[in-house]
């Protein structure tokens, strides 16, 4: 599973989608953002594709993931795709190429994240499983 798959998905689900999904409006900028190219850096979607991506990847039971609190107090959800890591709150949704990862993990730090160990090791355990 890829993010390809996950964006072809949605697309062909929009509209059913967007009735699960109060703050979207069919014509949402957002939805225009997703590609199904992969994003070359970390880039971070609004609460409407945030919404629209967490409908579409807890569908998927063969998806790692794990779920963590962030600095704000929001239940976090975090994805880990073939190619990308998707995290996904009630407000955002940021999606990591794998070769970011690096950087978003520095980027969790500087917000100070309390549970950074637990997600290091998961992505560690997942890189070992899969490589």
């Keep these: 599973m890829n993010w390809r798959n996950i964006v072809e998905e949605l697309f062909n689900n929009i509209d059913d989608l967007l009735t699960l999904c109060p703050s979207c409006v069919p014509d949402d900028p957002c939805i225009s953002e997703f590609s199904l190219l992969l994003p070359m850096d970390i880039q971070v979607l609004s609460e409407c594709c945030a919404c629209l991506l967490e409908n579409v990847l807890e569908s998927k039971q063969n998806l790692y993931r794990i779920y963590r609190y ?62």
């Excluded at 970011?100 to 994240?113: F, H, K, S, V």
């Design 70 to 131: 962030n600095e704000a107090g929001e239940s976090v959800a975090i994805y880990k795709l073939g190619d990308v890591i998707v995290e996904v709150s009630s407000s955002t949704a940021t999606i990591v190429p794998i070769d970011r990862i690096e950087i978003y993990i520095e980027m969790l730090q500087e917000t100070g994240a309390q549970d950074l160990e637990i997600l290091k090791k998961w992505l560690a355990e997942l890189n070992k499983s899969s490589g």
